[in-house]
């Protein structure tokens, strides 16, 4: 059974642009939820995806945003990239409410 | 909103040695209490977890224990091993049906097995 995949793995980008990373769950996942990790602030939630609803979000500016298609697949945008968006971007899938978390390798991001 | 505080940030221990990690939490409306450890280049890997209607917990070498009143658990990794070297997270959580997966992370402890 294939894990959670993240593409791309690496990214490199200008401040000012803009970038979309990508999640695959878990096969029968409906849940997906997006983490940012950063040295100093840790691992910290964005948001979560239900049956492509957003049904929490994380205390981050109006410049992250995100979606849920049908097929459960995510993907998370961030506009206008600062220095400080540079992080390494986890998603993870759950099976069901009450069940646990599993998790990408995530895509590591760079702000030059 | 949760607060989670997590001791030690670093801990290093002789291989063969016992570690354990401790994690304090505010809300006490949680009822999941899991354990994940990151390797470097992954993504977090949940270890173990523990549900409010149980104290303990053991697999193999790895223990989880809750203490509700006092609103904290711990990491207890017996016969410590190289590989046992990375980052322990844990995340205090409620998880109800219907309701928004959410983890709230501690800052994580940096555990690295002298051999």
């Known amino acids: 059974k294939a894990g959670v995949t993240q593409t791309p793995r690496y990214l490199i980008k200008t401040r000012g642009q803009q970038v979309t990373l990508s999640c695959s769950p878990i096969s029968g996942h409906r849940s997906v939820s997006w983490y940012q990790q950063t040295p100093g602030q840790g691992l910290q939630f964005l948001f979560e995806?239900?049956?492509?609803?957003?049904?929490n979000k994380g205390n981050f500016p109006g410049r992250f945003s995100g979606r849920q298609f049908s097929n459960s697949r995510s993907e998370m945008n961030v506009s206008t990239l600062e220095l400080g968006d540079s992080a390494l971007y986890l998603c993870a899938s759950s099976l069901m409410d009450d069940t646990e978390a599993f998790f990408g390798q995530g895509t590591r991001l760079t702000v030059v | 909103g949760e607060n989670v505080e997590q001791h030690p940030s670093t801990l290093s221990v002789q291989e063969g040695d016992s570690a354990v990690i401790k994690c304090t939490y505010s809300?006490?409306?949680?009822?999941?209490f899991p354990w994940y450890k990151q390797e470097l280049g992954k993504g977090p890997q949940l270890i173990i977890d523990?549900?409010?209607?149980?104290g303990e917990k053991k697999d193999q070498r790895i223990a989880v224990t809750l203490n509700k009143t006092a609103k904290h658990f711990s990491l207890h990794i017996t016969e410590t091993q190289p590989e046992d070297s990375a980052v322990y997270f844990c995340?205090?959580?409620?998880?109800?049906?219907?309701?928004?997966?959410?983890?709230?992370f501690g800052q994580g402890t940096r555990l690295t097995i002298n051999p």
């Open positions: 995806y239900f049956s492509e609803t957003q049904r």
């Open positions: 523990i549900r409010s209607n149980v």
């Open positions: 995340a205090p959580t409620l998880k109800i049906i219907q309701g928004a997966q959410k983890l709230v």
């Open positions: 809300d006490s409306a949680s009822n999941y």
